[in-house]
């Protein structure tokens, strides 16, 4: 019998021959050919197009040089690494990484101690997704991703009060009411609007954002410091009393930064062997701040980099920059004293000290490198321990005596000048555009803490009463104690809210909050050239 072929079972009738199974190799030949076909258009794809058929999209118009290059940002089947965003963006050659979490606080606190390493923060592709198409914004972050790790909720109801607006005060280092300054502007250049009156001093940067820093020689010179002002008869510093020193005295002993002697007018001082009266006081008066200085290094031995500021070192930390500046700016001047003494020792060790200087100051200009403000830092409440409570205040009364005139608008504590703050940079975390809201609101809508509209009709209406009660009333408008310096004249969140809501204006995130460091860095070349 033939294997196919079979009989019967047992007299039953069964089918003459067994199924045959249809071969396996067509399926499998099919499948392969699919295979084949599918790699095959999709090297073409990837080697002559547009990689389209694998992408989720196109890609925004900043990354559209990349589309063709997927690896540039994915590895492999993975998503969009930063260490690959890194790639582009990280040209700076500083430290840390502009675009990391570190530098992001760093960046808006300039306080290095809010540094803090995050091991599981968020990589670039969760807040800036692509294949989103060319028009699409990459920098457009929803509020979701933001709340994610900032759990302050929507604007309208959870967002927390500005810093300076819920503490209401800061610390400017000036005596100065606003009110009583806004009617001196108005009535010298006879102005109507007091609007007009704060842009006198507040004036606004070429781009219209923010403000450029307050002067002195340009907002205060016409009014304060004129040529009657002059010190008190001050004495005479001797062995045994603490007092002023003469330009003889300076002259002779030749200390650092004395080269301001050349040019100070000795008919400005009136005196006999004891004492000694100044006229006119300038603003910065060498003379003035060389005494100060000396006063403050008797009370105060040891004060390190403190001497070679003009004013005091207490300031924000976001501000240590600036102390570092002034104290090379301090160090700068007193080198080219130095170049006009011909010995070669001094010439030798003065070259090494401006080398040392372009150091320093190359690496000031790096906005990532570590300050420590605590160098410049007076022992204010330690004063030196040799000197009794008499010759303290024996001398703390001479520092007062000294600075009346100075006094007048600066604070001076521990025979220091108290820091100005010379400008008006508020949010600290946040951006803001005085120029995109002026369309829609003046300056008194907004900044209403200091009632400067009220205190000004006040005094005039004390004034037309032309009585000597009337004058009263106008010094006490001029010390109001809702109007000093120290109070930040600064919006509430409520005054922000009523217009960034739902309705009306935009209140994401990102409207007024930008993560990433200033990109203006980026067109330093000498930067892009030094990167690794």
Known sequence: MSPRQKGHF???????????????????????AVVAVAIGLLVLDFAFGDAGLVSNGPLSSAHANLETDCGACHGGFEGAASARCSVCHEKFGDRLGVYTHDAHYLYRSGDFQRVSRRD????????????????????AVADSRCVACHDFGSFASDHPEFDLAAAGVETPGLSFPHAHHVREVMSRQ????????????????????????????????????????????????????????????????????????AEANPREFRGDAQALRKSPIHHR?????????????????????????VASPETTADRTLELYAEAVATLRGWARELRSRPDRSVQRELRQIEALLDRVERSLADPYTALDESRFLLDLLSPDPSLDADAVAAIEGVVADLTEPC????????????????DQGGYRRAEFDHRAHIL???????????????????????????????????AAVASDARDSAEIANLPSIATCRSCHNAREVSSGCVTCHQFHPNKTRRSDLLLYLESP
Not at 13 to 26: A, D, W
Request: aromatic residues 4%; hydrophobic residues 35%; neutral net charge.
């Open 10 to 32: 047992s007299g039953l009738p069964v089918t003459s021959s067994y199924p045959v199974r249809p071969s396996r190799r067509l399926p499998w030949a099919i499948a392969a």
């Open 190 to 261: 006879q102005l109507v609007d007091i609007e007009r009156a704060c842009l006198y001093c507040h004036n606004a940067r070429s781009d219209g954002r923010g403000f450029e820093p307050l002067s002195f020689d340009r907002h205060c010179d016409a009014c304060h410091l004129g040529p009657t002002i002059a010190t008190p008869e001050l004495p005479l510093a001797t062995t045994a009393e603490p007092g002023v020193e003469t330009l003889e005295t300076l002259g002779r002993r030749q200390g650092p930064g004395s080269s301001w002697l």
């Open 120 to 139: 599981h923060e968020a990589p670039c592709a969760s807040c800036h997704t692509e294949h989103r198409g060319r028009a699409a914004e990459i920098t």
């Open 407 to 422: 006094r007048q608008c600066h604070q001076v504590e521990q025979a220091t000048i108290a820091r100005v703050a010379t």
């Open 285 to 309: 008066d060498p003379w003035v701040l060389d005494n100060l200085r000396r006063l403050r290094q008797t009370l105060y031995p040891g004060a390190e980099l403190a001497d070679l500021l």
């Open 440 to 474: 829609s609101r003046r300056c008194l809508d907004c900044h209403t803490k200091i009632p400067i509209a009220e205190l000004l009709a006040a005094a005039s209406a004390a004034q037309a009463t032309a009585s000597v009660a009337a004058t009263a009333s106008v």
